[in-house]
């Protein structure tokens, strides 16, 4: 056994979904290191809360849509200095639209954070997971991966595109016992989802057999199960955590 520090790295850990999975990997004992790109103080408080709780954890300001920056992180904080256990993918934007009217830019992007960058993460923790001979990745995707949204294309398909690279990740890992599955949300009351207008929300109600929008911590305890000894023998899997809208 190292004694290096065990780590589970989350990208936008700072708030919404991925403060409570770095919430909840910290108290299943792992040193958590959370991303975040534009409010250090949100990510001061996680870091906060963890810590309060007698857990370990580090902020860093990382733009998933800067791959070289992604790189450098790998090599100075990572590199000899963490058994790097867990990788959760999570950090995502959403730039809505319809198709016709859609900005280039917010396509590109879009796909850039969403896609590129749990690719580029992806990439890095595979070379040190790989040495390690061990690893547990979990990657955030979501509903509309699977079933489309009118207004998200450039969501859509990145999430879809996230499904594919979680797949493929997987068949290429297993013989390092590194296992690659993604999560998948309904809908989750968070920042991104308080945006939408009250109407939307009502009708997203009518299609969740649960009738009730999921939590934070629903997402966390998925992840966490995944992350932890009971499911070593799931790989390349798609975790809908849905209320049921889709089965
Ligand atoms: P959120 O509340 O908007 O939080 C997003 C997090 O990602 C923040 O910590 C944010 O940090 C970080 N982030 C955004 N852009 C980043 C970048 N370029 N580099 C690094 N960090 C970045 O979002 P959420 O609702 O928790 O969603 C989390 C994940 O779940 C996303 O991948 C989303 O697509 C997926 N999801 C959400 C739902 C839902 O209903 N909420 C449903 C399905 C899937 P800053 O605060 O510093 O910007």
Redesign the pocket.
């Known amino acids: 056994m190292s004694d290096l520090p065990r780590v589970a790295l989350v990208?936008?850990?700072?708030?919404?979904?991925?403060?409570k999975v770095a919430e909840r990997l910290a108290s299943d004992g792992f040193e958590v290191f959370?991303?975040?790109?534009?409010?250090?103080e949100?990510?001061d408080k996680v870091v906060a809360a963890i810590e309060a709780d007698g857990g370990k954890a580090r902020a860093f300001?990382?733009?998933?849509?800067?791959r070289d920056a992604i790189a450098g992180f790998f090599r100075d904080e990572i590199k000899g200095k963490a058994t790097l256990e867990v990788l959760v993918?999570?950090?995502?934007?959403?730039r809505d639209g319809l198709m016709m009217r859609m900005k280039d830019e917010d396509w590109d992007t879009v796909l850039r954070?969403?896609l590129t960058?749990c690719f580029a993460f992806l990439k890095e923790a595979s070379k040190i997971m790989g040495k390690q001979r061990f690893g547990r990745i979990i990657n955030?995707?979501?509903?509309?991966g699977q079933m489309g949204n009118a207004g998200q294309a450039n969501?859509c398909a990145a999430?879809a595109g996230l499904i594919g690279l979680t797949k493929s990740a997987a068949r290429e890992l297993a013989g390092r016992s590194i296992t690659v599955n993604a999560v998948?949300?309904?809908?989750?009351?968070?920042?991104?989802?308080d945006q939408l207008p009250e109407a939307v929300v009502q009708s997203m109600l009518a299609q969740i057999p649960l009738n009730t929008?999921?939590q934070?911590e629903d997402?966390a305890a998925a992840v966490s199960f995944l992350a932890g000894p009971g499911a070593g023998y799931i790989t390349g899997q798609v975790l809908g955590v849905n209320g049921g809208m889709y089965m």
């Open positions: 990208t936008g850990g700072s708030r919404g979904i991925g403060r959370l991303t975040y790109v534009s409010r250090p949100e990510a300001r990382l733009d998933s849509g800067d993918n999570n950090a995502g934007i959403t954070i969403n960058g955030i995707t979501s509903i509309v969501y999430k998948a949300p309904g809908f989750i009351q968070t920042d991104m989802t929008l999921g934070s997402i």
